[in-house]
């Protein structure tokens, strides 16, 4: 979900502009996903996800919760 790109960067530190130059996606596409005024492709999603990975995010999903760490 955006929500979580959106707080994975904030534990990062890195800017939109960081992640999409680092994920090869559009201003627009973070901008909006991290907003809930889109949904991209998931092999966009993959992308961001794999830029925030590397950088150090780690993704939490389970039965009641779901989050990201660094």
């Known amino acids: 979900a955006g ?3 959106q707080a994975a960067r904030s534990l990062l530190n890195v800017s939109q502009a960081w992640l999409w130059q680092r994920a090869k996606v ?31 995010a780690q993704f939490v999903f389970g039965k009641s919760v779901v989050g990201v760490v660094v």
């Open 26 to 56: 559009s201003r627009k596409t973070i901008n909006d996903f991290e907003n809930g005024f889109s949904q991209p492709k998931p092999a966009l999603i993959l992308r961001i996800k794999a830029a925030l990975e590397e950088r150090g």
């Open 3 to 5: 929500y979580l790109c």
